[in-house]
């Protein structure tokens, strides 16, 4: 009896990709889409896109898998899609945007100056979420359309988040998964439900509780394709759109990440280290554990801002000459450069990169650092110092929230583009002292959204099940015990207390960057 089929669409920064998954995992059809323009910045800072770009993208490679596979189209018994997150759209009364949607990476900012209540102001800077707290605010995309596009708030009806949009174009139902809510909306995430409306956190993202959306557990059918959209995609009219997660909790349970003694890295634009969870705890104090996709777990997070972005930096910025090398010996750049790093020894010779280009909201003043230049260093110790950074901030996050939480991780899975370099899990899992596995594909995030169809409808009886069967591992890097305590030496003693010595040296450059002096 052949395998039933869920279509699977990825939406991503940079890409997109539509799949259709088995109930083994593995990929009978893949169509991907490198957006040529992935965002537009009218100012800059700002990155938005077109309401439309992504559903278009959508129905582009739909109708081409569609069409490939019209002899498989009765196996095809659900659609699923995983998207990136905290990316918003403003709808009228008619479900019709009112402007560009504003991506996860805008860097606009709302004035939080005299915004949220003097006396709720007081008890933040009490217990130290002051500088935490306008960060948040100022980052709220509904915060500053409220201040600087009133008459658009003024006709917004719902502000939702693209996947509910994409739900509303497929099925005419505007609901979304609880697990997709990941971003500056006023989010109850320890009870997964939207905040009440005197919660003492709701200042600062106040979006009112009538402009939020219906939401719904994961796995729960969010409507049927309709006939318009199946006109437009090619998908069979009729078949239901399960509810699933964000691409980033999707890829958490692709990887096999349900268990509390694992965790995910995410090697992608922004590098995340998750962990998998039943009892909630705050990752970082006031920074919350986000609603996971099996509906009885939660994803305490660690967040590298720019992590893997900063390999396409370095590439954009020092390796134009590497580029046209690369292209000679017909190898793609990161390949060509990894050939260059696989032999430098841990530590870069004694360069250290904090990788902060990008400030997070627990340390909105950080910047990013890199000391330790001698005469020896050529632009490839940088480059390794770079992906060496990133390892040493995500080891740092697994500290904290090992601490935080009394849970103990004994096994890494890599995702991402990243993951697809050996060099980079190989010196991941020296930098942590644990295994880094790999699965069959890095399409984790569409195994994991495919997953929870299946399980939806009942071929597998739970996310253990559906595991054992769709996920496979590849490959395992072992740590290098060498290596290992050279990163530990080098986190001991110098990484781990860069960021408290620089705080007062970043907190002035700050001024800087912003226009001031």
């Known amino acids: 009896m052949e395998q039933s089929l869920v279509l699977t669409f990825d939406v991503g920064t940079q890409s997109a990709r539509c799949l259709l998954v088995n109930e083994s995992g593995d990929f009978e059809d893949k169509e991907q889409q490198k957006y040529k323009v992935p965002y537009l910045s009218k100012q800059p800072g700002w990155a938005e896109q077109t309401p439309d770009f992504y559903f278009n993208i959508i129905a582009e490679m739909s109708k081409k898998v569609i069409e490939r596979n019209a002899d498989k189209l009765d196996r095809i018994t659900a659609v699923c899609l995983t998207c990136i997150r905290d990316t918003v759209l403003c709808l009228d009364k008619d479900k019709r945007p009112l402007r560009d949607i504003i991506l996860w990476l805008d860097e606009r900012e709302a004035d939080e100056d005299g915004q949220i209540p003097a006396a709720k102001r007081a008890l933040f800077s009490l217990v130290g979420m002051g500088e935490s707290v306008d960060m948040i605010y100022r980052a709220s995309t509904g915060n ?15 502000y939702v988040m693209l996947p509910s949009y994409l739900n509303y174009l497929l099925t005419g139902e505007l609901k979304d998964s609880v697990a997709n809510m990941i971003g500056h909306v006023p989010f109850d995430y320890k009870n997964r439900r939207w905040m009440k409306p005197g919660a003492l956190t709701r200042c600062v993202c106040n979006v009112p509780s009538e402009k939020l959306c219906e939401l719904v557990p994961s796995g729960e059918v969010i409507g049927k394709i309709t006939k318009d959209a199946s006109e437009k995609t090619g998908i069979p009219m009729g078949l239901p759109l399960i509810a699933t997660g964000s691409d980033k909790g999707c890829e958490t349970i692709g990887m096999s990440v349900v268990k509390s003694n694992r965790a995910a890295i995410s090697f992608g634009t922004t590098s995340t280290l998750q962990m998998a969870v039943k009892k909630y705890f705050e990752p970082q104090p006031y920074m919350p554990a986000y609603p996971a996709v099996p509906n009885d777990m939660f994803n305490p997070e660690f967040e590298v801002y720019r992590g893997f972005w900063m390999i396409s930096w370095f590439i954009e910025q020092f390796a134009a000459k590497d580029k046209v090398d690369a292209a000679e010996e017909g190898v793609c750049i990161e390949r060509y450069l990894d050939d260059k790093i696989k032999d430098i020894e841990a530590g870069s010779g004694g360069l250290i990169l904090q990788p902060f280009w990008t400030p997070g909201i627990t340390n909105p003043n950080a910047s990013g650092a890199i000391i330790g230049f001698s005469d020896f260093h050529t632009r490839y110790h940088l480059y390794r110092a770079i992906i060496e950074g990133i390892c040493l901030e995500l080891y740092h996050g697994l500290v904290k929230m090992q601490k935080r939480s009394s849970v103990t991780v004994d096994e890494l899975y890599a995702g991402g583009g990243g993951s697809s370099s050996p060099v980079v899990c190989q010196i991941a899992a020296d930098v942590f002292g644990l295994p ?59 990484y781990s207390h860069l960021a408290s010595r620089l705080k007062p040296i970043e907190k002035y450059l700050h001024h800087f960057q912003t226009g001031g002096h």
């Open 436 to 494: 880094v596995h790999r699965i069959q594909t890095h399409e984790a995030s569409a195994v994991g959204c495919a997953m929870v169809a299946f399980i939806s409808q009942g071929v597998y009886g739970s996310y253990e099940d559906a595991i054992e069967h769709m996920v496979h591992k590849k490959d395992v890097f072992i740590p290098n015990e060498e290596n290992h305590r050279t990163y530990m030496k080098i986190y001991g003693k110098a």
């Open 144 to 158: 500053w359309i409220m201040q600087n596009e009133p008459e658009i708030w003024a006709k917004t009806d719902k």
